[in-house]
């Protein structure tokens, strides 16, 4: 398998529960993104990993937690959302700065 | 603080008809700036880089130049296959953030 690859594509939970996204990578990459896609605004960036340090938090929500246990695998921990954060959850790769970042196809998150 | 603008904000054209999207851009430094696809249902798929005014890059019926405050993708006798959400991205020099505008909607119409 190669590229980006995004589970689950589709996630709808109530505002109570605790889920979790999952990203893999199979491009050798050693930095890893997650986004936030609404419809009508620009990519939101939440998280940059780099070599599985977080070097970036975009002033996000503590109910967002992410995890980078290696340079291949990247979650993100949900847990007491909030309907404004039904959103696409994109995550990408990249080679680090001034680099093209590669997406996944996303999950699509809907909070009851 | 770095932005990207992109007009129009939807465009339909006939197959065959040639026209161009705008990127407009504010950034400090330009690291690079990022033409990418977006399907319904899909994450962006990457098109080219571009790293200083000047240059040029092409891909099928697909151009994209680049000059110090903007961008343009220029699309030749497109398809109805070429219809997607264009996205444009710049890195300045400040932190490692791409800078995303809110895309074009292109509709090509056979």
């Known amino acids: 398998e190669t590229g980006v690859t995004q589970t689950p594509r589709h996630l709808v939970m109530g505002m109570t529960n605790k889920k979790s996204l999952k990203c893999e990578q199979h491009?050798?990459?050693?930095?890893m993104y997650w986004y936030k896609q609404s419809a009508k605004k620009p990519l939101e960036l939440m998280f940059v990993?780099?070599?599985?340090?977080?070097?970036e938090n975009n002033s996000v929500p503590s109910r967002f937690s992410p995890e980078c246990p290696n340079s291949s695998h990247l979650f993100l921990h949900l847990h007491t959302l909030q309907p404004e954060d039904s959103a696409l959850y994109l995550c990408a790769s990249g080679r680090g700065a001034n680099q093209p970042q590669h997406f996944g196809d996303g999950t699509r998150l809907s909070i009851l | 603080e770095d932005q990207v603008t992109q007009s129009p904000e939807a465009l339909r054209l006939q197959e065959g008809e040639s026209s161009s999207l705008n990127c407009s851009y504010t950034v400090s430094g330009l690291r690079g700036l990022f033409w990418y696809r977006q399907d319904p249902g899909k994450g962006p798929e990457f098109l080219f880089t571009?790293?200083?005014a000047g240059e040029e890059k092409e891909k099928e019926r697909l151009k994209a130049t680049l000059t110090k405050k903007e961008s343009f993708l220029h699309i030749t006798a497109p398809k109805p296959e070429d219809s997607a959400t264009y996205l444009c991205?710049?890195?300045?020099?400040?932190?490692?953030?791409?800078?995303f505008g809110t895309g074009t909607s292109l509709t090509v119409i056979p």
């Open positions: 990993y780099n070599f599985k340090e977080q070097t």
């Open positions: 491009l050798g990459h050693n930095a």
């Open positions: 571009l790293y200083s």
């Open positions: 991205a710049v890195q300045g020099n400040t932190g490692n953030q791409f800078y």
